[in-house]
């Protein structure tokens, strides 16, 4: 008898640590909402289908006393690209508004930060110190909403326009699947809900963050709207004149599914797609370690750098030097924005960009 009850005491103590260690994965970190916050709502208030869904994520307003434009920021529409994420926590805890509205949704792809690519050994979170153990966690997910999120996945998936393909994973891919549908999958859902915040906020400009591999050819990029392109001019240079060394580009209108390409043309927003350098992306990274990912001494990369002379510089991969250049766009678009449209001005107060490189992400969390 006494056998038989320790055996029950042990199987329970083992479901309950196997729930815990399932349950790790898949928690979303706290975001502490900075005093500049106003409302806090869900991406379900957009499209209520999506209520109750792993698809659902929180969106944070900071509004300010005067009127003015409307920004909407994307962070996370692939859940590895971190500093784009970074960059808009930063926001959320630090930011300020003082005329017009910023909309700030740190997880575009909630599904997404619940998911890894296999056999990688990426981490499921990040220690933004690695230094001290206590310090603040980043979920560190996947470019892909996962996969018992959107069961089965086809061999191909053909984008809402019918005008292209793409391999099935694709289609769980949110940068792939722009405008969306109501009626469609879980990852299109979420893009339908995002343009119909575009549409119901009327808002005058978006922000896309991603990142892009070393050896690709998109890092330190700037990609707008063709219509967008005379404001990314102004971006880009001002970028230039800060020290930023990135690149203009302009979509590509035969290459559906983008964000910047179909915001741009279906709504009246100004889309602007950036992408800093992630070395943790691509084919050469051996080290996914948190301390890695901070540094961005990740010594596959710093291989292959040396051995190709690849641009950006070694210093560029740093985690604050990263989400440094994604503020810096942010910041440097709002003001041009208002430059060229005083009415759509947005007084827009947040962690400076050499602040960050200096000071580092975690001095501008709350």
């Not at 575009?108 to 110190?129: E, F, V």
């Not at 330190?220 to 102004?234: D, R």
């Not at 440097?332 to 580092?360: A, M, T």
Request: charged fraction near 25%; charge should be negative.
């Amino acid at each position: 008898m006494k056998k038989c009850k320790l055996v029950i005491v042990i199987m329970v103590l083992l479901i309950i640590w196997g729930t815990w260690v399932n349950y790790q994965p898949h928690r979303q970190e706290e975001i502490i909402a900075g005093e500049g916050v106003t409302e806090v709502s869900q991406l379900s208030d957009y499209y209520p289908d999506l209520a109750g869904s792993n698809g659902d994520t929180k969106i944070y307003t900071l509004k300010g006393e005067d009127e003015g434009g409307t920004a909407v920021i994307l962070g996370g529409s692939h859940a590895n690209e971190i500093a784009g994420v970074i960059a808009s926590i930063n926001v959320v805890e630090s930011g300020q508004v003082e005329a017009g509205r910023v909309m700030v949704i740190p997880h575009a792809n909630a599904s997404a930060i619940t998911n890894r690519k296999p056999l990688q050994g990426d981490p499921w979170r990040i220690t933004l110190d690695p230094e001290d153990p206590d310090s603040r966690h980043i979920r560190y997910g996947s470019r892909y909403t996962h996969p018992l999120d959107q069961w089965p996945t086809p061999e191909e998936y053909t984008h809402v326009s019918g005008e292209l393909d793409f391999p099935g994973t694709e289609g769980r891919n949110l940068n792939r699947v722009h405008p969306g549908q109501s009626s469609g999958t879980l990852t299109e859902q979420i893009s339908y809900a995002l343009f119909a915040l575009l549409e119901e906020e009327e808002v005058d400009m978006v922000f896309d963050l991603h990142e892009a591999g070393v050896d690709s050819n998109l890092p330190n990029h700037i990609i707008t709207h063709p219509e967008s392109i005379y404001l990314g001019s102004e971006v880009y240079l001002d970028m230039e004149f800060a020290g930023y060394s990135f690149h203009l580009e302009q979509s590509n209108m035969d290459f559906r599914g983008l964000s910047h390409r179909e915001m741009g043309e279906k709504t009246e927003a100004y889309a602007i797609l950036s992408e800093t350098a992630n070395p943790y992306q691509g084919n050469y990274f051996i080290d996914s370690s948190p301390e890695a990912i901070m540094s961005g001494e990740e010594p596959g990369y710093q291989r292959i750098i040396a051995e190709r002379n690849v641009i950006p510089a070694k210093e560029d991969l740093a985690m604050n030097n990263r989400v440094a250049a994604q503020l810096m766009i942010i910041n440097q678009s709002i003001k041009q924005l208002g430059s060229f449209y005083p009415e759509k001005e947005i007084n827009f107060n947040f962690p400076e960009p050499e602040e960050v490189r200096d000071k580092g992400v975690v001095e501008f969390l709350n």
